[in-house]
């Protein structure tokens, strides 16, 4: 909604469409707890942000004495004639994501401005994507936002050469959207599925758009498609994180594996190896059922550092080492991690221990268990800690 209606105001009145949106979602809430959800609650939203943008121009001078006179005649909306369609919208989002990611503002700050634009993230759900704090990426969206003004910001159409150099940064931001979702850093929420849902849509434009489709983008959208089709399996009724292993395969997403599978195959159209084709790999090979698919998951993880490394990647290679080698072996493995500060570190390294040295087991989940911030995270690692000392 505020793509589309940034369509029309243009970016230095940004705020007044995010405002717009506000009002309309406040509206929804007041009308739809005392009549019910409409039939079709996203044309109703869209009617009410249309008319509260007609509304807005006509009673704001602001309109008429600076938007109209910098419109080119051919631009002029005589009859504030909004329209709201799959097309435009569609249209509008593409381009809104790809016109933040501008070049103007180092990539760190066009990830943050778009997750908050166009994804709806809040600065701290941006903070804990950027494992940063929240004053510093209140500072970034705040000069991100200068520089777009100065830059002129135009919704626009692109050139191709514009999309090629600006794709990376915009599939990075899908790919943070995606992760936040999918292993939420919030404090109450484990899994936060209208996230991963939003991700997918976003890549989903990319992916049907000539422009935009290429065998990166095919990659992301089959890493997200094997992801998501474990989501249903990944918590329990009461909220409670299932570990992989754990995990009833009965509720894994056929449907989803098998959209994995096309958008996999699209992705390797050419010799291109992107970090997104290798998690897409090690994704398929987790809904593989095989003996030898740690092996294989390993050799993966083992490209994956070699072509960009990561915390979370290196301690998710040193688990399927366990799977091919034993604990014993990737115990030393995790040793030379040095990541002492890491939650998941001491999960690992409570996992590797138990049934070597339950004492050091519990004392790594007990780690484990201070460092975390969410409380999905806290109760698996009390319940480990709880079978070990019982």
């Known amino acids: 909604m505020t793509a589309v209606l940034s369509r029309y105001f243009g970016w230095q009145y940004i705020d007044v469409a995010e405002d717009i949106v506000s009002e309309t979602f406040l509206k929804a809430t007041e009308h739809w707890l005392q009549h019910g959800i409409p039939a079709n609650p996203s044309a109703w939203l869209y009617t009410v942000a249309r008319n509260k943008a007609k509304d807005y121009l006509k009673r704001n001078q602001l309109f008429e004495k600076k938007i109209k006179a910098t419109i080119k005649p051919a631009e002029t909306i005589t ?29 760190p700050a066009q990830i943050c401005l778009a997750l908050q634009i166009l994804c709806g993230f809040s600065v701290e759900e941006i903070a804990n994507a950027f494992l940063s704090n929240v004053e510093t990426i209140k500072k970034r969206l705040l000069r991100a936002r200068a520089n777009l003004r100065t830059d002129s910001f135009q919704l626009r159409a692109l050139s191709k050469t514009a999309i090629s150099t600006r794709l990376e940064v915009v599939l990075k931001t899908v790919y943070l959207l995606f992760n936040e979702g999918y292993f939420s850093q919030s404090e109450k929420e ?201």
């Open 79 to 107: 009859e504030i004639a909004f329209e709201f369609n799959d097309a435009i919208i569609a249209d509008s989002q593409l381009s809104m994501i790809f016109v933040v990611c501008d070049p103007v503002n180092a990539a």
């Open 190 to 390: 484990f899994i936060r599925k209208d996230l991963c849902s939003e991700a997918i849509r976003l890549t989903l434009l990319l992916a049907e758009n000539n422009l935009t489709n290429s065998p990166k983008v095919n990659a992301l959208m089959a890493l997200m498609c094997f992801q998501s089709s474990r989501l249903n399996a990944r918590i329990n009724d009461a909220g409670e994180a299932i570990l992989y292993d754990d995990q009833d395969r009965h509720l894994w997403d056929p449907f989803l594996i098998k959209k994995g599978n096309y958008y996999f195959w699209q992705a390797f159209a050419n010799q291109e190896v992107s970090t997104y084709h290798l998690e897409a790999a090690i994704a398929y090979w987790h809904t593989i059922h095989t003996e030898d698919k740690w092996t294989h998951i390993l050799q993966l993880y083992n490209q994956l550092l070699i072509m960009e490394y990561s915390p979370a990647s290196a301690i998710n290679r040193t688990f399927a080492f366990a799977k091919v080698y034993g604990h014993e072996l990737a115990i030393k493995e995790a040793a030379k991690l040095d990541l002492t500060v890491n939650s998941y570190y001491h999960g690992l390294m409570g996992f590797l221990y138990t049934g070597i040295d339950s004492s050091l087991a519990v004392a790594h989940y007990q780690q484990a268990l201070a460092l975390t911030r969410s409380l999905v995270e806290k109760k698996v690692f009390a319940y480990k800690i709880q079978q070990l000392v019982s």
